[in-house]
Structures are given as structure tokens and as C-alpha cells.
């Protein structure tokens, strides 16, 4: 009795070994906790002469809009491009206090006796209504833009 192709190839004619997994030995285990040692130490040698944070270049006659500026990450890098010689534009939902943070920031600034360039403006991520007076605002004053850092956002699943 002869077999088609399709039932020999159905039953295996060999048999295929199993393989045994390979574990790691306690070697490669040493030798990648050493790597890790060293690496964490060899960063923080590297890094010590670093700033914490770094500051900005000059960075004058450059607009900037950060949004979500009135707390966390966004409030750092507001602070550091207006020191920096930004043009800083906050655009925050609570306006009252981002003029008290820059009235904050002005009082603590030191550098070369200049104010500090930072404007707030109001934006409720939100309401669109409220982004739709944002950018009217802003394009009405016909100034360029260099730099929008989208900090604050939205996030939801319908």
C-alpha cells in the first residue's frame, strides 16, 4: 500500500530530541552583578562634575509655551528656559498660581539683574472652548512661536 504525501508527512519518521534548557551557572551570575556594580558606579564617577540640573545655554529671543507649567516636570522646564532668556508663555488652568510661582521666581533670580521674561495665559486642556480662546489669543498677537512643550494632557478611554 503506497502513502500520499500528505499522510507521510503527517507521521513523523524520526523522533526529535527534546531539548534541555540551559541555565545560567553561577559564573554568569557573578559576572552580571559585577557588570551592574560596575556599571551603576562607572555612571555616577562620570557624572559628579555634572550640574544637577544641567542649565540651559543663552537662549535669547526664543518664544516658548509650556503647558501644564504650574507643577512637576512642566514648572522645572518653564523656570529653566525663562532663566535661560526665554520668552516663557505658562499656559495653566490655574493662572493665580502660576503668577504667584513667577512672582516667586523673580524674587529668588539673580541673574544679571534682568527680569525674568515669562508670561501666563489661560488654558483648560479640558474645554475646548477654552483651547479655542487660547489660540485665538495667540494668533491674534502675530508673534512667532519656537518652541511648544506639551506637558499637560488628557488621557481617557471611551
Known amino acids: 500500500m503506497e502513502t500520499t504525501p500528505s499522510e507521510s508527512s503527517s507521521t513523523p519518521s524520526t523522533t526529535v530530541p527534546k531539548k534541555k ?8 551570575w557573578i559576572r552580571g552583578w559585577m557588570y551592574i556594580i560596575y556599571e551603576m558606579l562607572f555612571q555616577r564617577i562620570m557624572a559628579s562634575h555634572l550640574q544637577n540640573p544641567l542649565s ?20 522645572q522646564i518653564a523656570r529653566q528656559l525663562a532663566e535661560s532668556g526665554a520668552h ?7 493662572t493665580k498660581a502660576a ?6 521666581w523673580q524674587s529668588e533670580w539673580t541673574g544679571l539683574g534682568l527680569p525674568l521674561n515669562i508670561e501666563v495665559m489661560e488654558l483648560d486642556l479640558l474645554s475646548l472652548e477654552s483651547v479655542s480662546r487660547f489660540a485665538e489669543a495667540w494668533n491674534a498677537r502675530m508673534g512667532p512661536l519656537h518652541v511648544l512643550i506639551n506637558n499637560a494632557g488628557i ?4
Open 99 to 104: 503668577h504667584d510661582l513667577i512672582h516667586k
Open 56 to 75: 540651559l545655554p543663552p537662549i535669547n529671543n526664543l518664544t516658548c509655551i509650556v503647558t501644564g507649567s504650574t507643577s512637576g516636570i512642566g514648572l
Open 21 to 28: 534548557k540551559q541555565r545560567l551557572g553561577w559564573i554568569e
Open 155 to 158: 488621557f481617557s478611554i471611551r
Open 88 to 94: 516663557v508663555v505658562m499656559a495653566v488652568r490655574n
